[in-house]
C-alpha cells in the first residue's frame, strides 16, 4: 500500500516562530488534508487542498498541494501557544477507489516559553 | 450543528470481555469510518461504510473486530473477546463523499483500555 512519510517528528520552537512540516508519499494523491490534534481529542480538519500546485490558507496557516502530487507542506507563521499539538498529513491515493485516507504519522508542536 | 458522537469516552475493561463502541454521525454524511490510534502504528483505518454498507474491512485487525452500520446515523464497534494489545483510542469519522471529496470530520473518539 502507499506510505506516507511526514516530517519532522517533532519541532521545538519559540513563541512567534515560523513552523514549516511536510509530507511526502510513495504515489500520487488526488486529495490532501491537513489536521490538528489535540490532547484528549480527535483530529481537527484545518485545510483540504484538491489541486496541484494549489495553495490555501486559513488564518495563520497555509498549506500547499505539491507540483508532483506526491507532496505537501503546512506552514504556521507567528506560532502562539494554542498552536501547541499534533499536526497530520492525510491524502487520498488516486489510483484507489476506496474512500479512506492515509495519515502520516505526525508532527508534534511543542512551544517552549 | 453537532459533530460526530462517540461513546464512551473512556473504557476499561478486563481481559476477555466483550467491547462496543458507538458512534453517531454527522447528519446528512453517508460514510462512516472506524480508526484505530496508537502510538506505535499512528492512525490506523479499521473499516468504513458508504450508505451503511460496509466497502472495505481489510483493516480490521482479526476476527475478533466486527462492526454494523444498522441505519444512516449510528454505528456500532465490537472487540469480543478484548485482549491488551487492543488498547488504543478508537476514533469514528463522519464524511459526505461526493466526487474528490474526502474531507472527513472525526469524533473526539474512546480510549480504550483493557487489562
Known amino acids: 500500500g502507499q506510505q506516507l512519510n511526514q516530517s519532522p517528528q517533532s519541532m521545538f520552537i519559540q513563541e512567534g516562530e515560523d513552523v514549516s512540516m511536510n509530507c511526502t508519499s510513495s504515489?500520487?494523491?488526488?486529495?490532501w488534508l491537513w489536521y490538528k490534534q489535540d490532547p484528549g481529542e480527535g483530529p481537527v480538519l484545518l485545510i483540504a487542498l484538491y489541486k496541484a500546485g494549489e495553495l490555501t490558507s486559513n488564518g495563520r496557516l497555509t498549506a500547499q498541494f505539491g507540483i508532483t502530487r506526491k507532496d505537501s507542506f503546512l506552514n504556521i507563521s507567528a506560532s502562539i501557544p494554542s498552536d501547541v499539538g499534533i499536526y497530520f498529513c492525510a491524502g487520498h491515493d488516486s489510483g484507489g477507489g476506496a474512500d479512506g485516507l492515509t495519515f502520516g504519522k505526525g508532527t508534534h508542536l511543542i512551544i517552549q516559553p | 450543528d453537532a459533530g460526530v458522537i462517540q461513546s464512551p469516552r473512556h473504557e476499561v475493561t478486563e481481559m476477555g470481555q466483550e467491547v462496543t463502541l458507538r458512534c453517531k454521525p454527522i447528519?446528512?454524511?453517508?460514510?462512516l469510518f472506524w480508526y484505530r490510534q496508537t502510538m506505535m502504528r499512528g492512525l490506523e483505518l479499521l473499516i468504513y461504510f458508504n450508505n451503511n454498507v460496509p466497502i472495505d474491512d481489510s483493516g480490521m485487525p482479526e476476527d475478533r473486530f466486527s462492526a454494523k452500520m444498522p441505519n444512516a446515523s449510528f454505528s456500532t464497534l465490537k472487540i469480543q473477546p478484548s485482549e491488551p494489545r487492543d488498547s488504543a483510542v478508537y476514533f469514528c469519522a463522519s464524511s459526505f463523499s461526493w466526487g474528490l471529496n474526502y474531507e472527513q470530520y472525526f469524533g473526539p473518539g474512546t480510549r480504550l483500555t483493557v487489562t
Open positions: 447528519s446528512g454524511h453517508n460514510s
Open positions: 504515489s500520487i494523491f488526488n486529495t
